[in-house]
């Protein structure tokens, strides 16, 4: 007999992320201890796009280090697409990282010694695919990207618009179940900087990833499907935009 499953079922299947009484404290036990995040509670249901704003030193980008496990949490739980990652071996969170979080930042963060399909395909060679398979893969992600004639090109060569573009394959190579940006258009011109939101946009349409970015910037953030505001460690509240919701 086929089993169903209860609203409470249903909703926990279609969350990507859930966050639980997350704390980060730096410092910690000493005098000049600082509380970065305070008691996080946050979930994400899976193609969502989400923007986290606040001032500097809100702990946005804490959070989304924590998320993406770049830095250590010093309480609470993190569930990504089921997987409870208190569960995790240092070992187990470095394969389970490659494998279902992408990265994207606001310096591109690129090696400077490798072309744009050789930055692309490095996830893949990390990850044991073969290196035929994985430059062919490489090079159809930039193609969709419209970076087809930009394959050999070092990020030198490049504009910052097409260095993004690169960081972006790369992020999505993998096909991550979730992929977090941390002011991914901060170095970017206005023009240049919506291309790229509505890049964001239709990856999130067409392939429903799920994205979380970090940003200071009101007109980018109103490109997501809603805002988390943060102030002082905390979460002060959640802007919902149902004209984006719409769209979708």
Excluded at 63 to 69: A, D, E, K, Q, T
Excluded at 171 to 188: F, H, R, S, V
Aim: aromatic residues 6%; charged residues 25%; glycine residues 8%.
């Amino acid at each position: 007999m086929k089993k169903t499953m209860n609203k409470k079922d249903q909703a926990s299947q279609n969350l990507i992320l859930k966050i639980s009484n997350l704390h980060k404290r730096y410092n910690e036990g000493k005098s000049n201890e600082v509380h970065a995040l305070r008691g996080v509670e946050l979930t994400v249901k899976k193609g969502d796009m989400m923007a986290i704003m606040g001032s500097s030193g809100c702990g946005k980008t804490t959070l989304l280090n924590m998320i993406g496990f770049l830095d250590r949490r010093s309480a609470g739980d993190i569930i990504i697409d089921g997987v409870d990652t208190s569960t995790l071996s240092d070992g187990q969170m470095t394969a389970f990282r490659r494998d279902n979080i992408g990265f994207i930042f606001q310096l591109f963060n690129l090696f400077s010694f490798l072309t744009a399909v050789e930055n692309v395909e490095t996830p893949l060679l990390l990850k044991g695919v073969n290196s035929g398979l994985a430059r062919e893969q490489a090079k159809m992600m930039l193609r969709e990207l419209g970076m087809e004639d930009r394959l050999y090109h070092l990020p030198t060569e490049l504009s910052g618009g097409q260095q993004q573009r690169v960081a972006v394959a790369r992020a999505l190579i993998n096909q991550p179940a979730i992929i977090l940006g941390d002011e991914p258009t901060g170095d970017l011109d206005s023009t240049t900087s919506y291309d790229i939101m509505e890049l964001f946009r239709r990856i999130n349409k067409i392939n429903q990833q799920t994205l979380v970015l970090v940003t200071h910037n009101r007109w980018i953030a109103e490109k997501c499907d809603y805002i988390v505001h943060m102030t002082d460690g905390k979460i002060s509240g959640i802007e919902d935009l149902p004209l984006i919701r719409d769209e979708k």
